[in-house]
């Protein structure tokens, strides 16, 4: 069993920065694949990046490549989500999310943990 906690979420101007982190539970959780999600309202939670337990892997959707990176500290059970350049397009929920496989997805039923999700706007 792991549990998400994340946060960092915020209300930010375009072209800032915001610095999300994703705390997990469990003694496994540098064995898991780890991915960042978001769903804006009325719309269907979409990918956002995700990296394998070694950060050797990681991928991203063509929305936020070049903006936002995606890595994680095994030693400290953290992941983070470094979003520069953000857009109002990024106005969203964002969500951890944990797989218990090496394999990286970007499709939201392959992953088995889920935080509760941290807001983040941002304004125009």
């Known amino acids: 069993q792991v549990q998400l906690v994340e946060s960092g979420g915020g209300l930010v101007q375009t072209g800032g920065s915001l610095r999300l982190s994703c705390a997990a539970s469990?003694?496994?959780?540098?064995?898991?694949?780890m991915g960042w999600f978001r769903q804006a309202p009325g719309k269907e939670r979409e990918f956002v990046a995700a990296?394998?337990?070694?950060?050797?892997?990681?991928q991203y959707a063509d929305s936020v490549k070049g903006r936002f990176t995606i890595s994680r500290d095994n030693t400290k059970n953290t992941l983070y989500l470094q979003m520069n350049s953000l857009k109002p397009e990024d106005t969203a929920v964002y969500y951890c999310?944990?797989?218990?496989?090496?394999?990286?997805?970007?499709?939201?039923?392959?992953?088995?943990?889920w935080g509760q999700g941290t807001q983040v706007t941002v304004s125009s």
């Open positions: 469990g003694r496994t959780f540098s064995r898991y694949t």
């Open positions: 999310a944990a797989r218990q496989t090496v394999v990286l997805s970007t499709t939201a039923p392959d992953y088995d943990y």
């Open positions: 990296i394998i337990w070694t950060s050797s892997l990681k």
